[in-house]
Nanobody, 127 residues
């Protein structure tokens, strides 16, 4: 059983930065690819970023490329999302998710490959 707990959300003005953290319980964290998704009111959950189990490969939605950076520290069972140059349209609940390995690269943005999800952390960007 894997449990994920996100933190680091809050309110920030447009152009500001936040760093989200997701701590994962379980003894096999390093075997999981990790992803960040977000969901705004009235919208479907959308892919934000993902990272391979080793941290050697990262993937980003076009909307956040150049602004967000995903990273992981396997020794701390933690994945991070550094968010810079935030925009009001980034406002959403951000969810951390874990996926077992062995899936093709093209699936990193697919919700179905993620077996475990956190409860979410609210990010609000004011204009």
């Amino acid at each position: 059983q894997v449990q994920l707990v996100e933190s680091g959300g809050g309110v920030v003005q447009a152009g500001g930065s936040l760093r989200l953290s997701c701590v994962t319980s379980g003894r096999t964290f390093s075997t999981y690819a990790m992803g960040w998704f977000r969901q705004a009111p009235g919208k479907e959950r959308e892919f934000v970023a993902a990272i391979s189990r080793s941290g050697g490969s990262t993937y980003y939605a076009d909307s956040v490329k150049g602004r967000f950076t995903i990273s992981r520290d396997n020794a701390k069972n933690t994945v991070y999302l550094q968010m810079n140059s935030l925009k009001p349209e980034d406002t959403a609940v951000y969810y951390c998710a874990a996926s077992g390995g062995g899936w093709p690269t093209s699936t990193y943005n697919a919700t179905w490959r993620y077996d475990y999800w956190g409860q979410g952390t609210q990010v609000t960007v004011s204009s």
